[in-house]
């Protein structure tokens, strides 16, 4: 008994990380298929660019602000000035533009989306689908995760923009940088691949929010304390695998994506 309860701890884990992968694949294959539950994406995209659109702005001109001031205050100390515009934009682009997007997104519309399937769970809502023959994951999950997965892409393009223009702001009126330096010596080191990996990481960070909210959802303890927890499960597994994914793409994208000459 006592090296059975030793090993439940590890097992279970592993469980549970097949079955969320086996819940990503089931939603890439329901992707294509019909009928596509078009009514259902268009109000799951509305409802989370409603919800994030001002925090993620709001989230975006203080992170860039910090960015410029900190990169600002060390490229003066080293007498490389002229290269804070490169340094903060590309920082903001590649690292923090996704980043901050996928963590609204799996804060905000994430934790919806995990409470509203978790709400149909315990009602026995998705039992009741799957009797009449009604594929859950096809009606419920694929909209939603499609939705993220939009969202996040869309937000990316406005945090990159919010973000760029708050460093350029606080580095140029607050530290008295000289704006043509700025944008001279961001056109000199960015190229188009930094923002494709940007918009890349913000697809796969949406699909990520998207299933992890789901897979959460549907798996509930039992009971609207159940419900809670899975929420708050959700957004915590969410964060940790988008730091992680982040790490990986960040390497690959270093080792294969040349960095531009001056």
Known sequence: ??????????????????????????????????????????????????????????VAIPFGAVIALQLGSLTAQIGAQ?????????????????????????????????????A??????????????????????????????????????????????????FNVVLQGGTPGAYLASFNALAQVPDLWVSEIKALLYGFVAGVVAAFRGLNPAGGPKGVGDAVNQAVVITFLLLFLINVVLTAIYLRIVPPKAM
């Open 1 to 58: 008994m006592s090296e059975n309860a030793g090993t439940v701890p590890g097992t279970a884990a592993l469980t549970q990380v097949g079955r969320l992968a086996t819940l990503s694949w089931e939603v890439l294959r329901a992707i294509f298929k019909r009928p596509f539950q078009a009514r259902e994406w268009i109000q799951q995209c509305w409802f989370f660019a409603s919800v994030t659109i001002l925090p993620t702005a709001l």
């Open 120 to 169: 149909r769970k315990i009602r026995e809502e998705i039992d009741a689908m799957e009797v009449l023959g009604v594929n859950p994951i096809q009606r419920l999950v694929v909209p939603r995760v499609l939705a993220a997965m939009v969202v996040s892409v869309l937000l990316n393009g406005l945090v990159s923009v919010v973000g760029v223009l708050g460093g350029y702001f």
């Open 82 to 118: 002229s290269f804070t515009g490169a340094a903060s934009a590309l920082a903001i682009v590649q690292q923090a533009s996704p980043l901050i997007t996928a963590l609204l997104v799996a804060g905000a519309g994430g934790s919806a989306v995990c409470a509203d399937i978790g």
